[in-house]
């Protein structure tokens, strides 16, 4: 396929944009096989030079197009008479409804141009063919390739497990991917369990993915685990080298629990299908605990429902609580909150070994696992930790983010596949900052940059459902990395928290319904202006930045920061830049 089939129309003058809280730009619209391109006439508005518009056109959900005719009368004056002749012509809107939750209007001359354009976006916007996406054409000149691929690797996250047991080792069973398809190539497992047990134990389990170490807590030396279900089934089947692999990981008489993510009926019904979960006598020191969670359909119906109300202006604020309460999402920020506590306080403050799973383990498995670090451990909290425990949680562990993230909340497909689990979580580290200011080191500016850059990126780390996949695409040798992005100098600071100290201490998160909000930096970005917000938190940096230059002067400097950092700002519009 070649991207110049797709494109009907190239360019059309004279096109109008209007984007919320900014004034109208009128110019020349340029259709590239990635990118809408919107170049102002020079002059226009008030305006010093040209502006442009860049929008990466896989960041399009939805289009909707309109087609209106005019038609006027011009008047043309003869030696003996004036005549009127009707002049006829046509208007076309484009509404782009884009995945990052912003929404553009293109008001574009000529009902054939406005089909076109429309047509040509909506095609574009679907390819679905990864090595057809912008992360493999993007070459910027102050990055190299191979920069960022290699700064999170599992065996440094190993070595610092190493550094305090033995009881573990990195295991290459996965090394050509045949064990599972969805795991990376190394993962850390018992000691004292060899390859052939971990063969045999895989093919007990959905999808293969066998329990894996997911987390080791220092403190009191206990696991959190993750894996899919077990394949049970009807006939209650039993796998001893699976019985020995979770016995293993307790010690002696230890006590373990496993947090199922499904409900207890919804396990039992997955039973008749060939799945289930661990039966008492076969694990008798596993302690089953159900917490369902919503995933899939029901979340991303959830999602499209906060979205329509928050887009709609005109609610009184009885109705607009009453839809926000209807959608359910603070229950499932609520729900997935509870479950990682509970997850940390079973290793915490009853010092056992935690299994989590719910049917493939790729879900709401690493949207517990990954939260629980967070509330446990200070270093997921710092920036480099933070983005650590994403690569090893989520990326490396095999969420699938190509389905899952292949449209937002505005699209007309409703494909079974699509889930914003990964928003779920951003949500929640937002509610964890919110609640604890100070003990996160990066700020909402970089949660909202991750929510951008799953869905639409010219970065390839969250391209592709599983490490096989990225293998397969050659992902890492041919496109650039979002963290050798984030991590140069000039970006590293806008997404550092100023108010940040170091905190050792668990971060317990209170659910009540008055202490969970909505995440208004993110669901009303671009609705509100976040004016004051950025001027204050602007305020707050320069002070933070004064009392670190003036030690001795800042003992006594109380800064208040209760509210969250700022919205991040638009980004499409402003001088041309890499895209």
């Known amino acids: 396929m070649e991207f110049a089939e797709l494109i009907k129309t190239a360019k059309v003058e004279n096109v109008q944009l209007s984007c919320p809280g900014l004034p109208p730009i009128k110019g020349t619209l340029c259709i590239t096989s990635h990118h809408l391109l919107l170049s102002s006439q020079p002059g226009g508005h008030g305006e010093q030079g040209t502006v442009e518009l860049w929008l990466l056109i896989r960041n399009v959900d939805a289009v909707e197009k309109s087609v209106q005719n005019l038609g006027w009368y011009q008047t043309s004056r003869t030696n003996s ?33 406005c089909l076109n354009i429309a047509s040509s976006t909506e095609a574009l916007s679907s390819v679905d063919s990864v090595m057809m996406m912008y992360p493999f054409f993007y070459r910027p000149q102050s990055m190299k390739l191979k920069d960022g691929w290699q700064l999170y690797p599992l065996q ?37 369990v060899d390859d052939n047990v971990l063969k045999k134990a895989a093919r007990f389990r959905q999808g293969g993915r066998f329990p894996v170490l997911s987390y080791y807590h220092k403190k009191n030396g206990t696991v959190m685990l993750r894996s899919s279900q077990p394949l049970i089934g009807p006939n209650r089947k039993r796998c001893q080298e699976d019985e020995l692999l979770l016995s293993a990981v307790l010690d ?70 009453s839809k926000l309460e209807s959608s359910k999402w603070l229950a499932h920020v609520k729900g997935a909150l509870s479950t990682a506590c509970l997850a940390a306080q079973c290793m915490e403050r009853e010092e056992a ?4 799973h719910g049917a493939e383990g790729t879900d709401t498995t690493l949207l517990v696992t990954a939260l629980a670090q967070v509330i446990l451990d200070p270093d997921c909290r710092t920036l480099t930790g933070f983005q650590g425990l994403l690569e090893r949680e989520w990326i490396e562990a095999g969420h699938p983010f190509h389905f899952r993230c292949a449209h937002s909340a505005y699209s ?7 889930a914003p689990i990964f928003l779920l979580f951003l949500d929640c580290v937002w509610q964890l900052g919110r609640q604890f200011p100070f003990s996160l080191q990066f700020n909402e ?125 638009l980004t499409i519009t402003g001088t041309a830049n890499e895209g």
């Not at 509404?95 to 000529?110: F, R």
Request: charged share 20%; with cysteine.
């Open 81 to 113: 008479s004036h005549q009127e002749t009707r002049i006829a012509s046509s208007l076309g809107t484009i509404t782009l409804k884009c995945k990052d939750l912003k929404v553009l209007q293109l008001e574009i001359p000529g009902m054939e141009e």
């Open 156 to 192: 440094h996250y190993y070595q610092q497990i190493a550094s305090e047991t033995s009881a573990w080792r990195l295991s290459c069973v996965n090394g050509d991917f045949t064990i599972c398809s969805s795991y990376p190539l190394a993962v850390i497992v018992p000691a004292t």
């Open 252 to 321: 002696g008489g230890e006590r373990g629990f496993i947090i199922d993510t499904r409900s207890a009926q919804a396990a039992k019904q997955a039973r008749v299908m060939g799945g289930g979960t661990e039966p008492k006598s076969s694990y008798p020191h596993w302690k089953r605990l159900h917490r369902p969670l919503e995933r899939g359909r029901p979340l991303q119906e959830s999602f499209i429902k906060l979205v329509e109300a928050c887009n709609d202006t005109s609610l009184s604020m009885d109705r607009w609580l």
């Open 353 to 356: 070994c935690v299994l989590v």
């Open 412 to 418: 007309h497909s409703r494909l079974k596949q699509e």
């Open 445 to 569: 500016r970089l949660l909202l940059v991750l929510f951008e850059h799953t869905y639409a990126s010219c970065y390839g780390t969250f391209l592709c459902n599983s490490e096989k996949e990225r293998c397969l695409c050659e992902v890492k040798e041919k496109t650039h990395s979002l963290w050798s992005w984030l991590n140069q100098p000039s970006e590293l600071k806008k997404h550092l928290n100023p108010l940040y100290t170091y905190n050792a201490l668990v971060i317990w998160p209170s659910v009540e319904p008055q202490s969970l909000q909505l995440w208004q930096g993110l669901f009303l970005r671009w609705i509100r202006s976040s004016q004051y917000l950025d001027e204050a938190w602007a305020e707050i940096q320069r002070l933070a930045t004064n009392c670190e230059d003036a030690p001795e002067e800042s003992a006594g400097c109380t800064l208040c920061h209760s509210q969250p950092d700022a919205a991040y700002p």
